[in-house]
């Protein structure tokens, strides 16, 4: 079953496409959160007694209305929770359009009312009391077309079927992100796959570990990043098997996204690998920002996902 994220309109699908979109968004936003938790540092040289700035993130989905968390930055020496931020002015602006300001929901929430656009550019402005006012810009992906085509009709003997995900690039700069997680239906647990031994040339192998006894000899870490650099405007493809297990939901996603979420991604798997002693420690890895004035992340993704 595939879902394109993009343009997705939940009246027109059974319920039960409405549960796996749901499950998907729940997830994307888990992973965001995941990811977020290390997230109020910058591509600076951080010191133990910095002023305290806003850290805003919110990720843009076309199929999705807008939200966003904003805290307080603390200093390395600081403990505890981060301090929430609310009554703030979040302005948003669609090209050169003001769209309207986010609405405060409470505990450090806010939401705006509205699905961005495929293709366009927004801004973003947030001021509060005694914080620098931040900016940030990111434009939502043009949207390409992403294809899940099953290869065999019946399962093999571990009840696989083997499945090849074909990316249709455009011209241009693109970035594509993969991974997997599965839901235990008894339970209502969720799995996230953290290990992918899969071979396409399209990969790119920052994080990449030799493993022997993997299938191929090494494996990925926590996602896996699709390059078109050498490759643009042709079809990206890799295969994999689709598990076939009444026990649990098993979901399989693309991601496509703007340049300063797929730098968060990677430099917020870099960290997971540091954490886990995948890498060694050459030198600190710190989570990438694009809020001037701030920390955080304002970026976009178009979500296509295969159950």
Known sequence: MLIRAAGFNPAALIIEQINIVMAVKKFHWFLIIFFIIISCEKEVTLHLNSQSKLTFNCILNPDSTIH????????????????????????LFENTNFLGAMNDRGNGKYSFNYKPLPGQ???????????????????????????????VEEP???NRLLTEIKINDSTGS?????YTYSINIELNYKYISSLYSLYSP???DFNKTIEPES????????????????????????????????????YYVVLETDQHYDKYLKSSVQ??????ETIPLNEPIQIYSNIENGYGIFGANIISVLR
């Open 215 to 250: 299938r191929y000899g090494y494996y990925y870490s926590q996602m896996v990043r699709i390059e078109d650099k050498n490759n643009d405007g042709q079809i990206l493809s890799w295969g994999i098997y689709k598990r076939i297990d009444d026990r649990y939901r098993i």
């Open 271 to 276: 960290m997971r690998m540091l954490e886990d």
């Open 156 to 158: 093999d003997e571990y």
């Open 174 to 178: 693109n970035y594509y992100w993969y």
């Open 68 to 91: 966003a968390t904003l805290t307080q930055s603390r200093g390395l020496n600081d403990t505890g929770d981060f301090m929430n931020i609310e009554g703030a002015e979040i302005k």
């Open 121 to 151: 550019t927004y801004n973003v402005e947030i001021a509060k009391k005694n914080y620098p006012k931040a900016t940030a810009q990111t434009t939502v992906p043009q949207g390409v077309k992403i294809e899940f085509v099953q290869k």
């Open 202 to 204: 399209y990969f790119d």
